[in-house]
């Protein structure tokens, strides 16, 4: 890490010289329908600087970044770049003035060559009108290089590992120049020791004079790179301050303010920890390289686990593989007594599990199909007459769920893509009920989902709790966690490094356990055996 | 729909996009059916003899050969694939059927069963090909087509081989009550697609994979098998038709049901049912069935050039169909 030291003078020095701000907001506002996501914003960063952009889903990060990007206009205030200020000409206004945003999911065409993604939507043209792939390739693998990256040009974007992918998704955002570059969660889908490859690039990009803004939950690495961290929460920007002045847990409770362990206490009146009941579900050694390493946990009847951690630190991972739909490549499952080496999807529905995936739309309805269809749809023995489907029953089924859960429908036989977000996701979770499953793998049940559909669906699973129903509960918004769960584990890097229990389940602890801090040495490793 | 809940009244806009995507389903069905009369009326008038009653009897006959396996095309089509070997499947059936009951001597009963048990099982092969190692559905079947035709006409030597005298035969050949055998077949199959598309967990099931296969397969649902069995249906269904042909003309031919499996994809797609899968309606298929042979018919008794006919056929498919997509993006679920 000496020569990252070395460029950290160069941009030391580079800000001195301080002119107008890269990227400047004054008292910015912005408002969506019930919410103020931006409240009086006033940032301001200059050229080679490296800002980590800090908060909890939903602080305001990503508004301020659209903002910044031209994509939204403030309702109120300005957004100025390189000291001209915007006049809402989009987000192409914003990249003529310099401004450059690599998003978490990578735009690029995996089939064709590194070469060819690099100058995708405009391909160098020579005489003739043919494409000049000699200096294509030359100029491609020139600006990798000069982030650090040695890749063959020819090579398919899809055959290099994630970090390099993303390096060429920098590369790209890097070709107009650009004053400023947004850089939104660019690790999280990397595995640790892909990370320094990013991190590398940033500081030599850093070094040439361009601002930088990180957005970033990995507060080890944010400290590698970035010399300060504005802290945003509730759409307010709280506080900027030096990464190498604050300590982790100052950072910690910035994000969360002072209300988050009032709010904790007060909605803690969560069920009793069922940990003296029978074992559902144990998790042993279970492993899916490279996202989830090793994990052992027991889920017990009627118990809320909470799964915590990070995007990109194997929860989906983990609970796809515990419902058949990934192949462990180790581990084991104890069902009710039954244990398994082997399973699949088919057999785990059988046995009473059902997983309601993160990505609803793609992965969870059929959305030209009736609510009473998708309902029905993982056990019609129920709703049949003989060998064929009774519409009756079917819809008798669907509606006696559709209350229990209050999905709001005007009627069960309309095609559930015509519904809200949240009573999709109910529907989802009906087919379950329908199914009898015993034990429920909730991916982000309330992802995308508005405030009173989000309160819906804690009660009813707290009620399904009650039922005797185990339920693991992955979620990425911390303050959902305490509200339902009995007991956390935190999942980091694919491995569990934290349990909570009781009233151990704070907003804040569980934050701070799924920052991985990058030294290794933070958070001891628990569970295992499980209490 | 009369049946409602009694849940609380939901946001008006989903009550109005609900109510848009059934108008337009409707409106599809209604149109084809618009289309059929105006056929009939200037048909009728224009093309003579075309309201005999020989010729409409012709014309159930001509609607069997696309029908029967455009009703298995429509759950394929509904699965999100296609079939494109029907032509040579139905050739293939023929030929096989022909040659077991003559030269190679099983004797009639064992030609039919094993002429059907072969069609299933090569309709199987592609599904598996498609189901197992994900070869496009288009390929495996384009490879099918290929070898099938050449397989009967190598086994025929590009001849046709005369089916051997039978009542069973004469009885596929000529009429129930005076409807021909095709057509009743087409009907009876009609409503047992019918059954198992509405109110069978399969055919349900067939829906819900075509309309998201990985919703599907977290529920539970056998995808490889519920496709496999598609493609298996699909050739069983061209066996038979090639047994129906064979009997009609008497013998089994290689070179016969050429292009056969642009007429069925056509009725299915001029039908309405979506080639992205998730939606479509057997019965919308029966009236595809219907408009496409009357076209056919039509173009026969006015005279009209055999080649130009192709022509014909090409461009009102297409504009059939465009006028489809074009609903169809209406119809799209934008939420």
Redesign the interface.
């Known amino acids: 890490m000496g020569s990252l030291n070395d460029q950290r003078k160069v941009w030391g020095a580079g800000s001195e010289h301080g002119s107008d701000p890269v990227a400047q907001t004054r008292a910015v506002v912005r408002r969506y329908p019930g919410v103020l996501a931006l409240d009086h914003v006033d940032f301001e960063m200059h050229a080679g600087e490296v800002r980590a952009l800090l908060g909890k889903n939903g602080a305001g990060k990503s508004t301020l970044i659209r903002l910044l990007s031209g994509v939204e206009k403030p309702d109120e205030g300005t957004v100025a770049i390189g000291g001209t200020v915007l006049t809402g000409g989009g987000s192409r206004e914003a990249s003529r003035l310099g401004v450059a945003t690599v998003y978490q999911e990578l735009s690029l065409v995996p089939q064709l060559s590194v070469a060819e993604n690099y100058h995708l939507g405009a391909l160098p043209v020579g005489r003739g009108g043919l494409v000049r792939t000699g200096w294509m390739k030359d100029s491609a693998e020139a600006a990798l290089a000069k982030l650090g990256v040695r890749v063959d040009p020819n090579a398919p974007v899809g055959a290099l590992p994630v970090a390099e992918q993303q390096m060429v998704e920098i590369a790209r955002a890097l070709q107009g120049s650009p004053k400023l570059l947004i850089l939104d969660e660019p690790t999280s889908s990397l595995a640790a020791a892909e990370v320094d490859v990013v991190l590398q690039a940033v500081n030599r990009i850093a070094a040439a004079g361009v601002g930088i803004i990180y957005v970033s939950h990995r507060l080890g690495e944010i400290r590698q790179i970035a010399h300060s961290a504005s802290v945003m929460r509730d759409g307010r920007l709280v506080e900027t301050v030096s990464t190498s002045g604050a300590s982790s847990d100052d950072i910690v409770a910035l994000m969360l303010g002072t209300a988050a362990d009032a709010t904790v206490s007060m909605s803690h009146q969560s069920p009793a920890p069922a940990t003296s009941r029978p074992v559902a579900l144990a998790v042993r050694g279970l492993s899916v390289p490279p996202k989830v390493r090793e994990v052992s946990f027991d889920l017990h009847e009627g118990e809320i686990l909470g799964i915590a951690g990070v995007r990109g630190a194997g929860r989906t991972e983990l609970l796809r593989a515990i ?1 058949g ?1 990934l192949p462990p490549a180790a581990g084991t499952l104890t069902l009710f007594g039954e244990q398994l080496r082997r399973w699949s ?2 057999g785990m ?2 046995r009473g599990v059902g ?1 309601t ?1 993160e990505e609803r739309k ?8 009736g609510v009473d ?1 998708n309902i029905v ?2 056990d ?1 023995s129920t709703v ?1 007459r003989g ?3 009774s519409s009756r029953l079917q ?1 008798g089924a669907a ?1 006696k769920l ?2 229990a859960l ?10 559930v ?4 977000g949240g009573n999709q996701q109910k529907a989802v979770i009906a ?1 379950w009920l329908h199914r009898g499953s015993r034990v429920l793998l909730l991916d982000e049940p309330t992802r995308g989902v508005d405030v009173q559909a989000k309160a819906q669906i804690y009660e009813l699973v707290r009620k399904l709790a009650d039922d005797g129903v185990s339920i693991l509960f992955v979620s990425s918004e911390l303050e959902e966690l305490p509200l339902v769960c009995s007991r956390v584990v935190v999942l980091r890097e694919g491995a569990i490094t934290a349990e909570l229990t009781g009233d151990n389940i704070t907003e804040s602890a569980i934050f701070a356990a799924t920052l991985a801090d990058g030294t290794g040495s933070a958070a001891p490793s628990t569970t295992g055996e499980s209490v | ?1 009369s ?9 008006t806009e ?2 109005q ?2 109510r848009r ?1 059934r108008l337009s389903r409707g409106v599809n069905e209604l149109g084809l059916l618009a289309a059929i009369v105006v056929l009939y009326l200037v048909l009728g008038t224009q093309a003579g003899g075309f309201l005999t009653g020989s010729n409409q009897l012709g014309i159930l006959r001509d609607a069997a050969q696309i029908g029967i396996a455009a009703w298995g095309m429509t759950l394929v089509i509904i699965a999100g694939d296609i079939d494109i070997s029907i032509g040579p499947a139905v050739a293939f059936g023929s030929v096989m059927v022909a040659k077991a009951a003559t030269d190679w001597g099983l004797g009639i009963p064992l030609a039919v069963v094993l002429t059907l048990v072969i069609g299933t099982a090569i309709g199987a092969f592609a599904g598996f090909l498609r189901a197992q190692y994900n070869v496009p559905a288009f390929i495996a079947t384009l490879g099918v087509y290929s070898a099938l035709r050449g397989l009967a006409q190598f086994i025929s030597n590009a001849l046709p081989v005369p089916l051997p005298e039978s009542r069973f035969f004469d009885f596929l050949a000529g009429e129930v009550a005076g409807v021909p055998t095709p057509a009743v077949v087409m009907i009876v199959l009609l409503a047992v697609f019918l ?1 198992i598309a509405l ?3 399969y055919g ?1 099931a067939v ?2 994979l075509g ?2 296969a ?9 995808v490889k098998r519920i496709r496999i069995s598609l493609f298996a249906v699909n050739g069983l269904l061209a066996a038979i038709t090639g047994v129906l042909l064979a009997a009609r003309l008497g013998s089994g031919n290689g070179g016969s049901a050429m292009g056969l499996e642009f007429d069925v994809i056509a009725a299915v797609v001029i039908g309405g049912t979506a080639l992205a899968g ?2 479509g309606s057997i019965l919308a298929t029966a009236l595809g069935v219907i408009f496409i042979t009357l076209i056919g018919n039509g173009l026969v008794l006015m005279g009209v050039n055999q080649f130009l006919q192709d022509v014909v056929r090409g461009v009102i498919i297409v504009l059939a169909v465009l006028i489809n997509v074009l609903l169809g993006r209406r119809r799209r ?1 934008t ?1």
């Not at chain 1, 209050?406 to 095609?415: C, H, Y």
């Open positions: 419902a739909l999807i088919r529905i059988r997983l995936p793609t992965d969870g309805i059929v959305p030209l199909l269809e749809l993982a019609r049949r060998p064929l489907l819809r509606r559709v209350s209050s999905i709001r429908t005007p009627d069960v036989t309309v095609p893509g015509a519904l809200s087919r | 729909m049946s409602t809940v009694q849940t609380a009244p939901a946001p989903v009550q996009q609900v995507m059954v109110k069978t967990p349900r829906y819900a309309g998201n990985r919703a599907a397969e977290l529920a539970g649902i056998p998730g939606s679920l939420s």
